[in-house]
């Protein structure tokens, strides 16, 4: 099994796969007092709002230890893991607390925690899950561009049946290398 994320392009350069390595930042803020109630788990869901093919923004209740998660899906600048600058700057903070002060007016109050993360993200924005083409031995599984965690037990059930089994029930024609014209070392 091969699940490597951001570092798949350096393991597998002879596959010579149309990977994109895409730094994006998540915050956390402390939620406005006022409205602290609302934004709890009881009341305000997991969310993904996309404003335009360019701006989605995606966002957590607010927990106690916590706050309020907030993040832009997308939009970030090529990296590469060796060269990602890990430390969120005003810059990367100003697009998501426009989206807050604008949809949610009052609830991001200071920043409490940031993390960057990598996006491995596809051409066509889909997961790779497919056999090595010159080691059918070798499962690839990249759920890729940002959002492969939804679906992390699928994937996992998925890469399992690949595996063990040789095969699945589960048509993944749509992610497989072939899509990319990789030929057959």
């Given at each position: 099994?091969?699940?490597?994320?951001?570092?798949?392009?350096?393991?597998?350069?002879?596959?010579?796969?149309?990977?994109?390595?895409?730094?994006?930042?998540l915050?956390?803020?402390?939620?406005?007092?006022?409205k602290?109630?609302?934004?709890?788990?009881?009341?305000?869901?997991?969310?993904?709002?996309?404003?335009?093919?360019?701006?989605?923004?995606?966002?957590?209740?607010?927990?106690?230890?916590?706050?309020?998660?907030?993040a832009?899906?997308?939009g970030?600048?090529?990296?590469?893991?060796?060269?990602?600058?890990r430390?969120a700057?005003?810059k990367?903070?100003?697009?998501?607390?426009?989206?807050?002060d604008?949809?949610?007016?009052?609830?991001?109050?200071?920043?409490?925690?940031?993390?960057?993360?990598?996006?491995?993200?596809?051409?066509?924005?889909?997961?790779?899950?497919?056999?090595?083409p010159a080691?059918?031995?070798?499962?690839?599984?990249?759920?890729?561009?940002?959002h492969?965690?939804?679906?992390?037990n699928a994937?996992?059930?998925?890469?399992?049946?690949l595996?063990?089994?040789?095969g699945?029930?589960f048509?993944?024609g749509?992610?497989?290398?072939?899509?990319?014209?990789v030929?057959?070392?």
């Amino acid at each position: 099994m091969l699940a490597a994320g951001a570092w798949l392009p350096t393991l597998v350069p002879d596959l010579h796969l149309p990977l994109e390595v895409e730094r994006n930042v998540l915050f956390w803020f402390e939620p406005g007092a006022a409205k602290a109630d609302v934004l709890g788990p009881d009341r305000m869901p997991v969310y993904i709002i996309e404003l335009d093919e360019d701006h989605a923004f995606y966002g957590f209740p607010a927990l106690p230890d916590q706050g309020l998660k907030v993040a832009r899906h997308h939009g970030g600048y090529p990296v590469t893991p060796e060269t990602i600058d890990r430390e969120a700057t005003a810059k990367d903070e100003e697009p998501v607390r426009a989206f807050v002060d604008r949809y949610m007016p009052g609830d991001a109050g200071r920043r409490t925690d940031s993390r960057v993360c990598m996006y491995t993200n596809t051409p066509d924005r889909n997961f790779i899950i497919d056999f090595h083409p010159a080691n059918p031995r070798v499962v690839i599984a990249s759920p890729c561009s940002g959002h492969g965690f939804k679906f992390s037990n699928a994937i996992g059930m998925i890469a399992a049946d690949l595996a063990t089994e040789g095969g699945t029930e589960f048509d993944i024609g749509f992610l497989s290398l072939e899509r990319f014209a990789v030929s057959n070392l």
